[in-house]
């Protein structure tokens, strides 16, 4: 079986894309098939890479090229936020079953499967069309092998360990603000923080870093895993980094970084797993970071949270979505 998957990531594009299609990756394994990754991308993202099939190629600039190679393929799954309809329209044309990840109905889709792994999925309202299977909500969510099994979460009386991740380049450089907040307000609880192959600058990070803080430079899944179940809360960005928390059943205090995580914020604060602390650039999102901390001090507030997360993301999501595709 000839399978291709699509995607970008890097330095100001982000790791999501490729995280979540290395699990689907990881899935097509299970069915000891081994696609081909085409990547548009820079050299932050080849660590993550290891073991993996892959190609780079700027598909966006060349794409006949990547037409050329992907012509009568089985499987085409295509992740972008890069590419238009036109290009989909192609993609529909060229292979037999095309496969479109989607966070926000980005595009109106041609032919195919539309996944969206997201919380708020099923609210966006999808066009009901011939020829057009969806899968949506996070019964789809594709998390990496790592997080297929996880152990239950201990949730402690206190707050001892606060994860901090903004993806794998920290765009809007908070980790900085958010530590320095930590190291003086909260001076005795301990501090994860990620830091991403993709960050400008850790100096600043550093500077602010004490006894009580451990960085993790360019953590791999296991890694992400582990630092995870070992935190009590985290402060994170709305990417795809909350699905892993939500599976973890990791209480998490989230701070909107890009527009397209708003929808992830808010159906996650609805249904009673998130904190939201609102958007990156306020005022005074320091001050709501902090609120929302002091609420998560009750044990009984976290122990709910924490089972609301894992009620919702089973990490299954990669393994059912490859069984569907397969199954078409």
């Known amino acids: 079986m000839k399978v291709f998957i699509i995607t970008e990531g890097g330095k100001n594009i982000g790791f999501g894309h490729i995280t979540r299609c290395l699990s689907l990756y990881q899935a097509f394994e299970e069915k000891e098939i081994i696609p081909e990754f085409v990547l548009n991308s820079d050299d932050n993202i080849e660590y993550l890479l290891k073991g993996i099939n892959y190609q780079k190629l700027n598909w966006i600039e060349k794409r006949d090229k990547l037409f050329e190679l992907i012509k009568g393929a089985d499987i085409a799954i295509i992740d972008s936020y890069l590419a238009n309809s036109s290009f989909y329209i192609q993609i529909s044309n060229l292979v037999k079953i095309p496969v479109y990840i ?3 109905k980005r595009l109106d889709y041609p032919k195919g499967i539309v996944v969206n792994g997201n919380i708020h999925a099923e609210t966006l309202n999808y066009p009901k069309k011939d020829g057009m299977t969806y899968l949506l909500g996070t019964k789809y969510t594709p998390l990496r092998k790592e997080f297929w099994e996880v152990p239950e979460k201990k949730i402690k009386e206190k707050i001892e360990n606060i994860m901090v991740t903004f993806g ?3 765009a809007r450089n908070m980790t900085p603000k958010i530590l320095r907040f930590l190291k003086k307000e909260y001076p005795k609880i301990k501090r994860n923080v990620i830091i991403g192959k993709s960050f400008n600058d850790t100096n600043e990070i550093k500077r602010e870093a004490d006894y009580n803080t451990k960085l993790i430079y360019h953590p791999n899944a296991k890694k992400i895993k582990e630092s995870m179940l070992e935190s ?3 402060i994170s960005a709305g990417g795809q980094t909350l699905y892993e928390l939500a599976r973890t059943g990791v209480p998490s205090i989230g701070i909107c970084i890009a527009e397209n995580q708003l929808g992830n914020i808010r159906e996650w604060e609805k249904i009673g797993f998130l904190g939201n602390a609102g958007w990156y650039n ?4 320091i001050a709501r970071v902090d609120r929302l901390l002091k609420h998560f001090e009750n044990i009984k507030l976290r122990e709910t949270k924490s089972k609301i997360g894992k009620k919702f993301v089973d990490g299954k999501g990669s393994l059912k979505i490859i069984n ?3 199954n078409r």
């Open 102 to 104: 989607d966070d926000n």
């Open 168 to 170: 794998g380049d920290d």
């Open 232 to 234: 009590d809360i985290a």
């Open 282 to 285: 306020e005022d005074n999102i």
């Open 324 to 326: 569907r595709i397969m």
